[in-house]
């Protein structure tokens, strides 16, 4: 079975939707009504309490057929067995009660009464849901909802069958047991009085009881209209009614009142439509028994003796002799029954008489149409009351025995009533009972009045109605009954029909003296006689006749009334003449309620007639009492008393207790002033109109008696309409601020200035900021409290207007809080802001708040929630008072109960700015940010008793915002009307994720199991198609909002799961699982995500659509289409005009804090067009633009203009929809890029196949940005999230390959690992080049595209490095295949593939990529041109056919960029300041890094094209290598400018030292001997340029560069080998200085203090000068000394000597030694890695010095994979450590060779050249003896371990060892 609360959200959103019907819900209802067959029939009926189910209970376990057993404590059992017998329930029933209610709320730890409050408000909210899911599908039959006819007829075929079944006559027992004092009923005295609601309110029982009742009132009313009642139904609801009535003399409630009204009209719709059917042949159920109709005769004639009992039965009188008198015409025609026709002529009759006798008219009146009561039932009852009334009044005014009765009446009223004026003698014997009382005549027609007036469309050819006019009309002899005909006009004028046919019924002839003319002869004829008074001297004024007056009252209404709703065409003609209304305003003698119709009738012409404004102040000026000019008032010092407002309202009305004419006067001025557009004088001229209201009107009003309280709320009403509109009317200025100075003297003086120098919105501001007069009196209205409102707005008759006054106020209060910070600091300390004000008083505080409360009216809950939100931002106590106060819950409830009232409305509200909800949400959303505690965290109720941080959130056991916006984003409601409240929830829980006070708490809960729904969303909002844009825009927006948020929420769950929490991980673990459509797995700590489509060896990426498609892929479909046009682009019909100038003056400042400014920015901060001031600025500018007084020169300019407003009103609607739905779009994009770039970030570790989904997202972001579709802000985003997966893919590729699910791992692993597959990388590169050459583009989106273009290439790079030798390749492969073919060669060969394709799609396309990246290059910022020169720079590294250099160039681009480079020395004059900018020099260096990449990549040509440019030129007349100071690195912590620049220019001069080192090959490769010497001495005159930096790089401590420094040395030393031994002169001392270097390296005792890792520049520093010296030796033939003993003192240069080159050697050969064993050590060490333990593996890393790479969580297959990389890159660095020793010891042991030739060739040039024979024994006896071990040892080098071929090398080592031993022989 459904449950009731199932059972009412189905037929709910089947039924009250805003959509229609689908067939899924229509079969879900149809079954849902039809399993609740047995509930609806016994309808609230529950079993009773039992004897053995009480002991069953008591035994504290329940075995229960649905459920295991349940436990239970003493608690429990007796908390079950009260509710069993407070509540007349079962006691197993009890207990399923009290498990419900520990579902629904968490029952652990509440006490006992709270706990059985609980349970019983849940079980009063199960009856409810069922009795209002009854009357829903009741109300669907009966009132036409707009829902599916053949679904109705279903409908109604299953409710006719319940009430067949019984339903409405258990209705009827419920409606009187239910008023029982017992258990069963409203409880009995020893029940517990109170319940906790669904909401968590404290409500009474007997007031839920009573609602219930009510309820099943109205459903005893609809389902007579569904089928008629019997004679049993009808006798059974006539008794009840009979005894509730006389329950309400007592003194009942109105809910009393209205239950009783429904049973009044069960019984009066069902005589009436029974009688009908019975005349239109249909069956009837009552009227065909005539037994029935005397017994029931005799019943309803019975009297009784309570009064208000028999006037209820006196309507059930009237409806039965209605019946009667219908059924009668039936039985009458028919002569077999004539008896039964004339017993029931006897009935009517009798009926008839005692209807008139006790006038049931005036009854029905004042105790059913009149009252508070009926006026607040449910709309749809009263509209069927109404409708009912008609019938039944219908019916009996066309009867014709009634109408001999009502003309009965009226000759009966006539001759009692034949004095015309007989109330201007009531005072003498004409005063009689009969006089006094209602008679029945009179009561009839304001019955019939007062019928129509709600209903005015049921008055719609309505011919008895107007019959019945007509005979009213006739012959009046008084005036009682002249006013009750009017006034009965006056309703028949309410439909535009009514008011033309009562219009000319008056102006015609047929009424003798009734008419047009009487009402304004009669007002002639006053006036004139007023005016021959006061002409006449000594005449005493003339009494005005209440008769008169009050039929001119009448009159005046009915003329109100004609007006209103008159054809707008015809109305015109009317009256053109308003004049009259105005002359006898001020005369003293007229009555103030004569006046006030007067001035009322004014104000509907103001109000339907504009253009008559400026007239009627004129007649106001001429005609009514002083006050309207602005005279001082107030005065005491007056010589006499004038007759003015004033006099009128203290001295006349004031006396009298009544205020018609001052509250007219009120209201006429306040229309006046509503519709001026001229607000330029402040309000000046209104400041007296606003002295008499303030001073004389509002400030008193709370003394002042009033015999009628709606005069009084009226008075109010008026008052506040007129500070509302100064408020909102006038702004404040400049010039009103500048008066005020920093003394009070101004303030007070100005206190006493004249009226003509003060602003009435000054003074406003002034009373309200000191908590004066207007302040104290508006709160005095605002403090009454919300409880005691709400009361009297559902109990009295002045309910609405009071309601009005509390709106009033409350808007005035946020008016003055919009103003009052503009002028506090100004007017301080006098005046001070108004929340200070308040805060004097925390109760006024709590009372503006709590009307949030008030359901009854939206426009005063919004106005509270403005005032919280206004309050919580400015007071930072607020929640402490709060709870210090006591309000603190129940505000809580509360604005949880408007939240969920507002979900459950079936209505969309239009401005988002009126929407409860959405208030609600932005009030919440507002003060998450404000100090802690905030309003947020008391709403969402967070603990405020500890820090907020630390709070356990538990939606389920407290009733809050929090447990309504969960539940509300777990069902998503009526997503068509709560799309915003949906948008609002999602941003709130976001905001609250982020915000570090609520971030624990929020995520700690959104974790859980039961909030996981989040996740259900990506496919029920997520991937759900996107409304259209021509169905409704605004929902299509929401709904990417929604999107957006959600995707942010589910990113910021994935950013800060944690590992150490089972739910955090377990949420990610769905969320990766639902995104990429695969399942997460745990082990070891670690996430591991396997899919259908694993990655796979050959798998061609490019095929996507062989690969299911992720919900992550679809989220971005979604969002892919063109985004509407969103231009500032007028419309045509403007554009081709004289007003687009204008138009585009307006439009033109976009500031929206200048005041009147037409933009204002939207809650989502979209900045938008105000429609409202963009329509009163193009009124004014249009109106301005005319030079006629009158504006516009004629009508067709006027209609040309209103059409323009027109059209631009409706492009600038159009134009706030598409900027924000372009928003909506960019924002849900910024939201899937979130998503998508944590998950990559921080989660795709633990996706088996991240490669494809990396692959899959970098694909659609690429081919999505490439769309013609996307905008320039979404290819920005979308390039964003592409950088990103390619980063992940190239660290994916480069780093450790997690989803290897084996421990062991193998060279293979890491060279082997497949990257993209070729198509795949062909797709990406042609989509990439696509997007970059996209149309609409910037500059700053091109940098992230070149950055993505660059990571591209970089992932398509070799996995092995380029230094890596082969033969050490080879080795690692070998030694894991035994397939010879499984080679470098292979891997090679497919890398080439790669580079070859690229090259070509690059190459199809090159033009347009070139042309945007040169120009970037060249024109762009310095950030542009730097990327694009790397760009420029990775586009030659993939060129195989010299193609792009061939275009650069032809295009010129080398050679600008070499004259970029030389103009930097145009830019100062100092070199230490020559880069303004990190960034210039960034620049500077992508160029060099350019210029030497062509070098580079194409050798001996790129060289040469670079030298015929003059490249060493241009770079020599650089300025940033002129170095001044230490070329040491700089202390960037200091953060000085001088310290960057130096770094700055460190980082160029190396730039400069690679290009010229480079452009030295051409020494080596040049065919010709002059153009080698040409490159020689260009290089040499660079060098000489530059001789400072030469000399100070030679002159470092090598032992204490940096590696920046210690290539700026090698670089300079390597230049200085390869063109300095060309140059004859050595004036400039580098041959000294590269001979001092050698002093130094060549020494092996200072190895110590190199710094450790740099060996193998140091190698490389060695090799360079020793091919320096081999190059002097060989070349230029010097010869070196054996040692220094053998120098000759007087020689120029300090040479190296033999013994240094010794000592070098036998360094090499230790290096050579050391180097060949760690790389065999190491080799060995890779091959056996998966059989070292994990402690010889921490080792190993530990080594490497790689520790960061590791967290104590890595398995030992990562930690073997990581050791094995480091060992691979420290054995490639071994091996080419190794090739240089060889190379340089080659170079040292040909020097020794040619040495010792020499000295074996001719000892005796030897001995003249090096000393003589004698001393040069010994020294050669000291170098041989050196040299024989060194060489032994490096002829017993084993090639094994070095790695290279050695006979060579063995070959020469042997000869000079040899030699030497010769030679020592």
């Not at 009795?131 to 006819?149: C, K």
Request: charged content about 20%; glycine content about 4%.
């Amino acid at each position: 079975m459904v449950s009731p609360k199932e059972l009412a959200a189905i037929v709910q959103s089947s039924l009250l939707g805003a959509s229609g019907t689908t067939p899924t819900q229509r079969i879900e209802l149809t079954h849902a009504i039809r399993n609740s067959f047995s509930s609806f029939q016994n309808l609230l009926s529950f079993p009773p309490p039992k004897a053995s189910d009480r002991a069953q209970v008591q035994s504290k376990e329940i075995r229960l057929p649905d459920s295991l057993p349940i436990s239970l404590d003493d608690q429990d059992v007796a908390i079950s067995l009260k509710l069993s017998d407070e509540l007349h329930l079962n006691e197993i029933d009890s207990v399923r009660l009290l498990v419900s209610a520990n579902q629904e709320w968490g029952l652990m730890g509440r006490d006992p009464l709270e706990i059985q409050r609980l349970a019983t408000g849940l079980w009063y909210t199960g009856r409810r849901d069922l009795t209002s899911t009854l009357y829903t599908l009741l109300r669907a039959v009966v009132m036409d909802q707009g829902v599916e006819p053949d679904l109705i007829a279903d409908i109604q075929g299953l409710l006719e069958d319940l009430i067949k079944a019984g339903l409405r006559q258990r209705l009827i027992t419920l409606i009187k047991e239910l008023n029982r004092e017992e258990p069963s009923g409203l409880g009995g005295p020893l029940c517990e009085q109170y319940l906790i609601d669904s909401r968590g309110a404290l409500v009474e029982r007997r007031a839920v009881v009573h609602r219930e009742r009510l309820i099943l009132g109205h459903c005893l009313v609809l389902s007579i209209l569904v089928d008629r009642p019997g004679p049993k139904d009808v006798k059974d609801i006539y008794n009840v009614l009979k005894d509730n009535a006389a329950q309400l003399a007592q003194g009942s409630d109105t809910i009393n009142y209205q239950i009783n009204f429904s049973l009044l009209f069960s019984l009066i719709i069902t005589f009436i439509s029974d009688a009908i059917s019975a005349l239109s042949d249909k069956s009837s159920m009552i009227s065909q028994d005539a037994s029935f109709r005397t017994e029931f005769q005799n019943i309803v004639m019975a009297s009784g003796s309570d009064l208000t009992a028999d006037g209820f039965i006196g309507g059930i009188r009237l409806a039965w002799a209605v019946h009667l008198m219908l059924i009668y015409d039936g039985i009458s025609g028919m002569d077999t029954i004539s008896a039964a026709s004339t017993t029931d002529m006897g009935h009517i009759c009798s009926c008839l008489e005692s209807i008139f006798s006790k006038n049931v008219f005036q009854f029905l009146l004042d105790n059913v149409l009149q009252t508070a009561a009926y006026q607040n039932d449910e709309e749809d009852m009263i509209y069927i009351y109404n409708a009912y009334l008609h019938k039944l009044t219908s019916c009996f005014l066309s009867h014709p025995i009634a109408r001999d009765k009502v003309k009965e009446s009226k000759d009966m009223a006539m001759s009692v009533l034949n004095s015309y004026r007989i109330s201007d003698s009531l005072d003498g014997s004409m005063q009689t009972e009969e006089a006094d009382r209602p008679l029945p005549f009179i009561s009839l027609m304001e019955f019939v009045s007062n019928i129509y007036q709600k209903e005015p469309e049921l008055l719609y050819g309505n011919d008895v109605l107007w019959t019945f006019v007509n005979f009213a009309g006739e012959d009046h002899t008084n005036f009682k009954t002249l006013v009750a005909f009017l006034e009965m006009l006056r309703t028949l004028a309410s439909t535009q029909e009514g008011a033309s046919k009562v219009y000319e019924l008056l102006r015609g002839s047929a009424f003798r003296s009734i008419g047009w003319a009487t009402l304004f002869d009669c007002i002639r004829i006053y006036n004139d006689k007023f005016k021959q008074s006061l002409q006449t001297a000594g005449t005493v004024m003339p009494d005005f006749l209440e008769g008169d007056a009050k039929a001119l009252v009448a009159y005046l209404n009915v003329l109100q009334k004609v007006v209103e709703n008159g054809n707008p065409t015809e109305r015109k003609n009317w009256f053109p003449d308003i004049e009259p209304f105005f002359r006898l305003l001020g005369y003293e003698n007229v009555p103030p309620y004569l006046k006030g119709a007067l001035r009322k009738t004014i104000a509907t012409f103001v109000h339907v007639f504009p253009e008559m404004r400026d007239s009627v102040w004129v007649f106001l000026e001429q005609y009514d009492l002083p006050v309207v000019v602005g005279s001082p008032v107030g005065k005491t010092d007056q010589p006499s008393q004038v007759y003015d407002m004033q006099f009128e309202l203290n001295e006349i009305e004031a006396r009298r207790e009544q205020y018609p004419s001052t509250i007219s006067f009120l209201n006429l001025i306040n229309a006046l002033i509503a519709g001026e557009k001229d607000v330029t004088d402040r309000g000046r001229r209104f400041i007296g109109i606003f002295k008499f209201v303030y001073d004389h009107v509002f400030a008193p009003f709370p003394q002042r008696a009033y015999s009628d309280p709606c005069e009084k709320w009226q008075l109010v009403v008026a008052c506040l309409q007129h500070f509302h509109m100064i408020l909102s009317m006038y702004d404040i200025q400049e010039e009103d601020l500048d008066g005020f100075t920093e003394h009070s003297q101004f303030l007070v003086s100005a206190e006493k200035s004249s009226l003509r120098t003060q602003l009435p919105v000054i003074e406003l501001l002034k009373d309200f900021m000191s908590g004066k007069t207007l302040y104290r009196n508006l709160m005095s209205v605002l403090q009454v409290g919300v409880n005691s409102i709400m009361g009297e707005r559902m109990s009295k008759t002045y309910g609405k207007i009071l309601e009005k006054a509390v709106q009033l106020s409350l808007e005035i209060l946020l008016l003055v809080f919009e103003k009052d910070l503009l002028v506090s600091d100004v007017w301080r300390p006098l005046y001070q802001p108004l929340d200070i004000i308040l805060s004097q008083d925390h109760n006024q505080i709590v009372a503006l708040l709590e009307y949030v409360r008030y359901d009854s009216l939206p426009q005063i809950q919004r106005s509270s929630i403005k005032l919280m939100n206004i309050l919580s931002s400015r007071l930072v106590g607020l929640v402490p008072m709060l709870i210090k106060m006591n309000a603190a819950n129940s505000l809580i409830e509360d604005y949880a109960s408007c939240l969920e009232l507002r979900l459950e409305e079936g209505e969309v509200v239009e401005n988002s700015c009126d929407d409860l909800g959405v208030l609600i949400m932005q009030l919440l959303v507002d003060s998450i940010n404000r100090p802690a505690p905030s309003i947020t965290h008391l709403l969402l109720k967070f603990d405020l008793d500890a820090p907020v941080e630390g709070t356990v959130l538990q939606p389920k056991f407290h009733y809050s915002c929090l447990k309504v916006i969960l539940e509300m984003l777990e069902k998503l409601p009526n997503p068509d009307i709560n799309f915003l409240l949906f948008e609002c929830g999602f941003q709130l829980l976001c905001e609250l994720s982020l915000d570090p006070l609520t971030s624990g708490p929020i995520m700690d809960l959104l974790s859980s199991k039961k909030y996981q729904f989040f996740l259900r969303h990506l496919d029920t909002i997520g991937v759900a198609s996107l409304p259209k844009r021509s169905g409704s825009q605004a929902l299509r927006i929401s709904s990417l909002h929604q999107r957006a948020w959600l995707l942010k929420l589910l990113a910021i769950a994935l950013h800060n799961g944690s590992g150490s929490s089972s739910d955090h991980l377990e949420a990610c673990q769905s969320i990766l699982s639902q995104l990429f459509g695969g399942e997460v797995t745990e082990a070891e700590n670690e996430l591991y995500f396997s899919s259908t489509n694993p990655l796979q060896d050959g798998l061609d990426y490019a095929r996507t659509s062989s690969i299911n498609k992720s919900k992550v892929l679809a989220l971005l479909e979604i969002l892919q289409f063109r985004s509407p046009d969103a231009s500032m682009q007028l419309p045509q019909i403007v554009s081709g005009r004289k007003y687009d100038t204008l138009v585009e003056e307006i439009l033109g400042n976009r500031d929206t804090s200048v005041s009147g400014s037409i933009y204002y920015y939207s809650e989502r901060g979209d900045r938008l067009i105000d429609l409202s001031s963009f329509s009163n600025k193009l009124y004014q500018k249009l109106h301005s633009g005319f030079s006629l007084v009158d504006g516009f020169p004629n009508v067709a300019e006027f209609n040309e203009v209103k059409e323009t407003i027109q059209q631009l009103l409706k492009w600038g609607w159009k134009y706030n929809r598409n900027l924000e739905e372009q928003a909506a779009q960019l924002h849900m994009l910024a939201g899937w890029s979130q998503i998508v770039e944590v998950s990559a970030c921080r989660r795709i570790s633990s996706l088996d196949n991240r490669s494809e989904i990396l692959y899959r997202l970098l694909d659609a972001s690429l081919s999505a940005s490439a769309s013609p579709d996307c905008s320039l802000k979404m290819a920005f985003v979308l390039t964003q999230v592409a950088l990103t997966c390619i980063a992940k893919l190239r660290d994916d590729r480069f780093l450790f390959h997690g989803a290897l699910n084996s421990d062991t791992v193998t060279c293979l692993d890491v060279m082997m690992v497949k990257h993209l597959s070729t198509g795949a990388c062909h797709s990406l590169l042609l989509k990439l080049v696509m997007a970059i050459l996209r149309h609409e583009s910037s500059e700053s989106l091109r940098r992230r595209q070149y950055a993505l273009l660059l990571s591209y290439f970089q992932y398509c790079q070799h996995m092995i490095a380029v230094e890596v030798p082969t033969p050490v390749v080879q080795f690692l492969l070998l030694s894991d295949q035994d397939d010879e073919d499984l080679d470098i060669q292979k891997i090679d060969k497919e890398q080439a593939d790669l580079a070859r394709a690229n090259f070509a799609i690059i190459k199809k396309e090159a033009q347009g990529i070139l042309d945007l990246v040169i120009k970037d290059a060249c024109q762009g910022s310095e950030f542009g041109k730097t990327i694009s020169l790397y760009v420029l720079e990775a586009l030659v590294c993939i060129d195989h056919e010299r193609y792009f250099l061939s275009q650069l160039q032809s295009r010129g681009f080398i050679r600008s960029c070499l004259g970029s480079i030389s103009n930097i020395s145009h830019q100062a004059q100092d070199g230490r300041h020559l880069l303004e900018s990190q960034q210039r020099a960034c620049t500077l260096e992508a160029e060099f890094a350019l210029l030497l990449r062509i070098s580079h990549k194409y050798g001996k040509s790129g060289g040469q094209v670079l030298f015929s440019m003059g490249a060493l030129e241009h770079i020599a007349s650089c300025r940033a290598t002129i170095f001044k100071g230490n070329m040491r690195r700089v202390n960037m912590k200091l953060q000085t400018d001088t310290g960057c620049d130096v770094q700055k220019q460190r980082t160029i001069i190396t730039a400069v030292l690679r290009l010229v080192f480079s452009l030295t090959s051409l020494v080596e490769t040049s065919e010709f001997f002059e153009g080698r010497n040409k490159i020689v001495h260009e290089v040499i005159e660079f060098i000489k340029g530059h001789q400072l930096l030469f000399d100070q790089l030679l002159r470092e401590d090598v032992t204490q560069a940096d590696d920046l420094l210690m290539e700026q040395i090698i670089l300079a030393v390597g230049i200085l080998s390869k063109v300095w031994p060309f140059e004859e002169n050595d004036e400039y001392g580098f041959v000294q200085g590269l001979f001092d270097l050698m002093s130094k390296l060549f020494i092996s005792s200072r190895e110590g203090q190199v710094v450790q890792g740099s060996e193998l520049k140091l190698s490389q520093l060695r090799f360079s000068l020793t091919s320096f010296l081999y190059f002097l030796v060989t070349k230029n033939s010097l010869r070196l000394q054996i040692s220094n003993d053998s120098y000759d003192n007087s020689a120029k240069l300090r040479q190296p000597t033999l013994m240094l080159l010794a000592s070098l050697l036998s360094h090499v050969t230790d290096s050579l030694e050391g180097a060949a064993e760690k790389k065999s050590l190491l080799l060995h060490k890779i091959r056996d890695i998966n059989e070292l333990s994990r402690q010889d593996v921490d080792a190993i890393i530990k080594m490497c010095d790689c520790q960061e790479y590791v967290t104590a969580s890595d398995n030992i297959h990562k930690r073997r994979y990581i050791a094995m990389v480091e060992m691979c890159k420290i054995v490639g660095s071994r091996d080419q450590l190794i090739t240089l020793l060889l190379q340089l010891t080659e170079h040292v042991l040909n020097i020794i060779l040619i040495h010792l030739q020499d000295r074996v060739g001719s000892s005796n040039e030897w001995a003249s050249s090096y000393g003589s024979k004698s001393h040069q024994q010994p020294e050669d006896t000291d170098l041989c003896g050196k040299l024989s071990p060194i060489i032994e040892r490096l002829a017993l080098l084993n090639e094994g371990k070095v790695g290279h071929n050695l006979k060579v090398f063995k070959r020469l080592a042997t000869t000079v060892k040899e030699i030497a031993v010769q030679k020592c022989s």
